[in-house]
């Protein structure tokens, strides 16, 4: 399971952004195309964060859908999987605009 590692890698971010104040919430965006279980990150964070600055804050996280613009026809079309079509021309050209988003958007600490 990789998002351990990836929620272990969100919390020492965390850690040395909070200059050694407790961490009472966060905020992270997953994009749907990233291949990141939400659900999983979830999990981890409560074991991850046990007996450290982090422990008990809140974790929020954002879904970003997967947007892409087609190559041929020009359009915007919702993507739910990174090799995705044009949903209004049915191209397999679609350039990614948003959904592989792997990112820690806000950190809140306690004064």
């Known amino acids: 399971?990789?998002?351990?590692?990836i929620t272990q890698g969100i919390i020492e971010l965390c850690l040395d952004s909070?200059?050694?104040?407790r961490v009472s919430?966060?905020?992270i965006e997953i994009g749907e195309l990233s291949s990141v279980v939400p659900e999983a990150i979830e999990f981890c964070f409560d074991a991850c964060s046990r007996e450290t600055l982090l422990e008990g804050a809140r974790l929020n996280i954002i879904r970003i859908p997967g947007m892409g613009q087609c190559l041929d026809c020009h359009r915007e079309t919702r993507l739910t999987e990174l090799y995705g079509s044009c949903a209004e021309c049915g191209s397999n050209r679609v350039t990614i605009m948003a959904g592989e988003e792997l990112r820690v958007r806000e950190?809140?600490?306690d004064e």
Do not use: T, W, Y
């Open 1 to 5: 399971m990789h998002e351990m590692s």
């Open 18 to 21: 909070a200059g050694g104040r």
């Open 25 to 27: 919430s966060i905020d």
């Open 107 to 109: 950190i809140e600490v």
